[in-house]
């Protein structure tokens, strides 16, 4: 009996370290994102977690992919699968592109830089927003690997020169514009809850802090949060970031259109994604436009309620323009496993946002490793499953 019992008896080592205990018992991006729900304040987790209106459009993006089933094909000898691809020309490891978003500090102090940090170590490009709370230069000097730039179009035309000027000093590769925020989606967690951005302090963001102390202690042990790119510029007083919502109404500026694009050809050399786009008429425009990508997206269903979901728009923009222009799909990503669905569909790569934050939030720096190490695992593992050896196999009959 005794030597029975220990045949199968197994203690696993005790974990000293919380953050790996934490990891460890993270096998997907849903646990991550249970575990950044008690460890952040609840406005802070909606604010990264929640959608416009009524969320059906959040939810939609994910239920595409959960729509869709594989048709495997077997006997394919898959003992050697590479899931690297080019994207604007560029080599990266795994079809990914990690999504602008803004204010990722307040997820965890470090920020956008350990977002940067982790997306290099797994040479995929990391896209840093307007809105960020690191700045240009902060993130360029933790990421020599490939970086892009996101755009809003200000108002103030000057200022946004300014800033793609310093992004291509700063060595960033390609421009991203985003098309779909010409005025802010009402996003009603937020609304209900009061919160703004940066938090202000009432009576109940009080209680919340005192509830996650481990986040508050961070967040106040840490220097103040701030628009870090506009920092000194007619948009922002500086050191203390104005709101969120005053920025964006005061500033975004709802007549952009066509000739934006045009205008930001004119000042900027490298390629241009339009972000945003949500209809195969427009990805049309797009590709008449002459820019080298489009990313379909609705902007993790924060914008627009009931735009259709990212990954339905895939295989129709694809046969319109794929040969012209490169098509990411933003939205909805949880899984290498959707990567691999929206790549089979006519998809160059794929953008991830709240899948990275989960991780930043639940974990920090590690956490996001941790997401980019699951999806890179889960596409090898998709891909031997389905017969695939190279990305160049991934076509539309092996997705229903
Ligand atoms: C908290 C948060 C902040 C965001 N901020 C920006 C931003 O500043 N600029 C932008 O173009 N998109 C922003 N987005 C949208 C993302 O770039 C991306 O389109 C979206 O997250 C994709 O959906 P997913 O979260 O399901 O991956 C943000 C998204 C989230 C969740």
């Known amino acids: 009996m005794i030597d029975t019992l220990r045949s199968v008896l197994r203690f696993r080592r005790i974990e000293l370290d919380a953050t790996k205990r934490r990891l460890a018992r993270s096998a997907n991006v849903d646990d991550l994102r249970t575990i950044a729900k008690r460890r952040l304040p609840g406005g802070v987790f909606d604010y990264i977690d929640g959608g416009a209106e009524d969320e059906r459009t959040l939810a939609a993006n994910s239920d595409a992919f959960a729509r869709r089933t594989f048709q495997p094909r077997v006997l394919r000898d898959v003992g050697e699968v590479d899931p690297s691809t080019t994207l604007l020309g560029r080599p990266l490891s795994l079809p990914l592109v990690l999504a602008p978003t803004g204010f990722t500090r307040i997820a965890d102090p470090e920020g956008e830089l350990a977002v940067a940090r982790a997306a290099q170590r797994a040479n995929v490009p990391y896209t840093l927003s307007t809105m960020a709370t690191r700045s240009i230069e902060e993130v360029a000097a933790v990421n020599s690997g490939s970086k892009w730039f996101q755009v809003y179009m200000w108002r103030d035309r000057g200022l946004v020169k300014d800033l793609i000027d310093r992004a291509a000093h700063a060595g960033y590769e ?202 890179d695992g889960d596409v090898r593992r998709v891909m031997a499953l389905l017969g695939a050896t190279r990305i160049s196999d991934l076509h539309r009959e092996l997705v229903d």
């Not at 994604?273 to 209809?279: M, P, Y």
């Not at 990503?333 to 991780?359: N, Q």
Request: glycine share 12%; proline share 4%; charged share 20%.
């Open 174 to 375: 390609a421009l991203v514009l985003t098309v779909d925020t010409t005025v802010l989606g009402r996003r009603e967690r937020d609304v209900r809850r009061g919160f703004t951005l940066p938090p202000k302090i009432g009576l109940d963001t009080l209680i919340d802090g005192v509830l996650h102390p481990g986040w508050t202690w961070a967040f106040v042990r840490s220097e103040p949060i701030r628009f870090a790119n506009l920092t000194g510029s007619s948009a922002s007083d500086g050191n203390t970031a104005v709101s969120l919502a005053a920025q964006v109404n005061e500033q975004f500026d709802p007549s952009l259109s066509w000739a934006d694009v045009e205008w930001m050809r004119s000042v900027w050399d490298g390629p241009i994604v339009i972000k945003g786009i949500q209809t195969v008429a427009d990805a049309r425009l797009a590709a008449d436009a002459g820019v080298e990508a489009i990313a379909l997206s609705n902007h993790g269903g924060r914008q627009l309620d009931t735009a259709p979901a990212t990954l339905d728009l895939v295989g129709p923009c694809a046969e319109a323009v794929g040969d012209r222009i490169e098509i990411i799909c933003d939205g909805g990503v949880r899984r290498g496993s959707d990567i691999v669905k929206a790549v089979a569909l006519g998809a160059k790569a794929c953008m991830a946002g709240r899948a990275y934050l989960y991780g930043l939030g639940a974990a920090g720096e590690r956490g996001v490793d941790h997401v980019l190490r699951m999806f």
